[in-house]
């Protein structure tokens, strides 16, 4: 069974500092990899996706990686912004419809 | 106008009470879905359909049911509450014509809700 950790629970950093959250999971047979960011009472918006056969993906001040054979992946936040603080979440899709999904990351940045 | 609207957006409720949380979308898409998020664990997935007359349990449907009215509503209904179906509910929908490898899911703002 699939199952999807992410460490640490919260983080709190300056205003400025690169940060990496991570994600582990136990199944390398994935469809892909997303990172989601969760804001109170916004719902959950699509950061970055990479498909099963890629490394990474960037999306300006972010970049995911995904080591498949080792079950984990990396989102990296260069510079952060007071702005970038919320719940990180990532999930991997196992079906045509199914995603599992981690407990998530609560990032807080210091102005 | 948002894509994916829920309603309401918070309920408390008493125990035993039956209770609908409404999902609309404008995405056009034909696939939704219906989550519940409990603090400290994952999203779990409670039921979905691929196009109104196609509705699938999904891990955690017991206590649950829904339904499909049109391709852009999908509701979710507590038979009669219980305390830990206290949590925060998510709609979301996707377009089946996306590939699996590439395509993603589009969330609603969430409903909490609170059995008392």
Known sequence: KQEVTQIPAALSVPEGENLVLNCSFTDSAIYNLQWFRQDPGKGL??????????????????????????????????????G?????????????YQLIWGAGTKLIIKP | DADVTQTPRNRITKTGKRIMLECSQTKGHDRMYWYRQDPGLGLRLI????????????????????????????????????PNQTALYFCATSDSKGARTTDTQYFGPGTRLTVL
């Open chain 2, 47 to 82: 039921y979905y359909s691929f196009d109104v007359k196609d509705i699938n349990k999904g891990e955690i449907s017991d206590g649950y049911s829904v339904s499909r009215q049109a391709q852009a509503k999908f509701s979710l209904s507590l038979e009669s509450a219980i």
């Open chain 1, 45 to 82: 918006t699509s950061l970055l996706l990479i498909q099963s056969s890629q490394r990474e993906q960037t999306s300006g001040r972010l970049n995911a990686s995904l080591d498949k054979s080792s079950g984990r992946s990396t989102l990296y936040i260069a510079a952060s912004q007071p």
């Open chain 1, 84 to 96: 970038d603080s919320a719940t990180y979440l990532c999930a991997v899709r196992v079906s045509n």
